[in-house]
């Protein structure tokens, strides 16, 4: 069975920083290409950045480019984002997603704010 654990997330303030982790299990981790995406409250899902399955390629939306830093650990099948900068619009549910077939996890919940 594909598990997608996310963890890390918490209330930050403005400018602050946040490290999620997304721990997998039930398939072969370093063969997939992954992705975070987050939804905000009442919003729709947005694409924040994906990882190829080795980690030598990573694509980022605009909105967190220069912020956020996604990896990955393939030893140890868990997948990572480091928010840097944060602001307010930040705040949202972040989800790890295989992008073989849009699988996600619970998602872990970011907040930021003052």
């Known amino acids: 069975e594909v598990q997608l654990v996310e963890s890390g997330g918490g209330l930050v303030q403005p400018g602050g920083s946040l490290r999620l982790s997304c721990a997998s299990s039930?398939?072969?981790?370093?063969?997939?290409?992954m992705s975070w995406v987050r939804q905000a409250e009442g919003k729709a899902f947005e694409w924040v950045s994906t990882i190829n399955s080795d980690g030598s390629r990573t694509y980022y939306a605009n909105s967190v480019k220069g912020r956020f830093t996604i990896s990955r650990d393939n030893a140890k099948n868990t997948l990572y984002l480091q928010l840097n900068s944060l602001k307010t619009e930040d705040t949202a549910m972040y989800y790890c997603?295989?992008?073989?077939?849009?699988?996600r996890g619970q998602g872990t919940q970011v907040t930021v704010s003052s």
């Open positions: 039930g398939f072969t981790f370093s063969t997939y290409t």
């Open positions: 997603r295989r992008d073989a077939d849009l699988q």
